[in-house]
């Protein structure tokens, strides 16, 4: 009886962190898009440009921050649904 519940509480918690993992991915793509649209309405325009770099790159990695952090936690999900 002991390995079993020490599973589904190492279970548990696994599923726990992966929610908040995705939740913390989803509100960076939801600010990362608000920033582009905030900026755009004001109208700032993202060029490429090497002189202007600071606020193109910092969007651009948030968004990839944000997307890598949505991918491992769906892959984990899938994952774990297709091992059980």
Known sequence: MRPNCCRSCLLFLL?????LQTFVGVSILIYSIWILNHTSKHGVSFI????????????????????LLCLAA????YYCITRQ
Do not use: E, Q, S, T
């Open 15 to 19: 599923k726990l962190l992966n929610f």
């Open 48 to 67: 490429l440009d090497f002189d202007r770099l600071l606020a193109p790159w910092f969007v651009c990695a948030l968004m990839g921050i944000g997307i």
């Open 74 to 77: 769906f892959y984990r999900a």
